[in-house]
């Protein structure tokens, strides 16, 4: 469990209540090992472009961004182009 001096020297730097740290705390957490577990599913070959983006919790536009910093080969398929050109109509 997180420490109560950490949540407490993290409330004093962004000056925020102690609650309202730790909420924010366990948002970033979360948000960040979804994005792990997505990027480890898609180089492991057991998720696609589009399922990744949504284990991530993040847009496909922001998918490709992420895996352009990352380095990650993108692969997707005609159904998957197919699939987003129908949705944006």
Request: aromatic letters at 4%; hydrophobic letters at 50%; zero cysteines.
């Amino acid at each position: 469990m997180i420490a109560n001096q950490e949540i407490d020297e993290l409330a004093k730097l962004l000056g925020i209540g102690r609650e309202e740290a730790f909420k924010m705390a366990l948002k970033e957490g979360i948000k960040e090992l979804r994005l792990r577990k997505a990027i480890e599913l898609y180089v492991a070959g057991k998720a696609s472009v589009k399922q990744a983006a949504r284990i991530a919790g993040i847009s496909l536009a922001d998918w490709f961004k992420v895996a352009k910093d990352k380095g990650l080969l993108i692969q997707i398929t005609p159904d998957e182009i197919e699939d987003e050109v129908k949705a944006l109509e």
